[in-house]
């Protein structure tokens, strides 16, 4: 097993909510910088894999959203990732490191921000809410 992975799923054991959220924003961007690098490698197969894997997890994320208690930020987060997800199909058409690269640095500033609420709230581990 890829120790990348191994330590992926040790994290996401008993996680909280909010940082499996950010789990999921790594992967994202892990995906996008594969994808540019397979772009530099002439390599299609590649970039459409990891385009395809990001994409799906964009779906994930915004299928968790709950529109009535998440207020305007879940409607700011529906409209953000169909932005990343219309981005993406654009870069993939066009094999643009440019455009993967302003959607990394979009997603990054998110993750950020996922990761600030994550400090200050203190989240309860996932395990707990399902119980």
Same mark, same amino acid.
């Given at each position: !097993?890829? #120790?990348?992975? $191994?330590? /992926?799923?040790?994290?996401? /054991? @008993?996680? =909280? ?6 789990? &999921? ?20 197969? &590649? /970039?459409?894999? %990891?385009?395809? *894997? ?14 009535? /208690?998440? @207020? ?10 169909? =932005? ?10 066009? $094999?643009?490191?440019? &455009?993967?690269? *302003? ?9 950020? #921000?996922?990761?600030?609420?994550? %400090?200050?709230? @203190? ?5 707990? !809410?399902?119980?």
């Amino acid at each position: !097993m890829d #120790a990348r992975i $191994a330590y /992926r799923q040790t994290d996401a /054991r @008993g996680a =909280t909510s909010l940082r499996l959220v950010v789990l &999921l924003y790594e992967q994202i961007i892990q995906d996008l910088r594969q994808a540019s690098l397979a772009i530099d490698q002439n390599n299609i197969e &590649l /970039r459409t894999k %990891r385009i395809n *894997h990001a994409l799906d997890v964009i779906c994930l994320l915004q299928a968790t959203l709950n529109l009535e /208690r998440g @207020g305007k930020v879940a409607q700011n987060l529906v409209r953000f990732y169909d =932005t990343v997800r219309a981005n993406l199909c654009e870069a993939q058409f066009q $094999a643009s490191k440019e &455009l993967l690269a *302003h959607q990394i640095t979009d997603l990054l500033t998110v993750r950020e #921000a996922w990761e600030q609420v994550e %400090r200050l709230q @203190g989240a309860t581990p996932i395990s707990e !809410m399902i119980q």
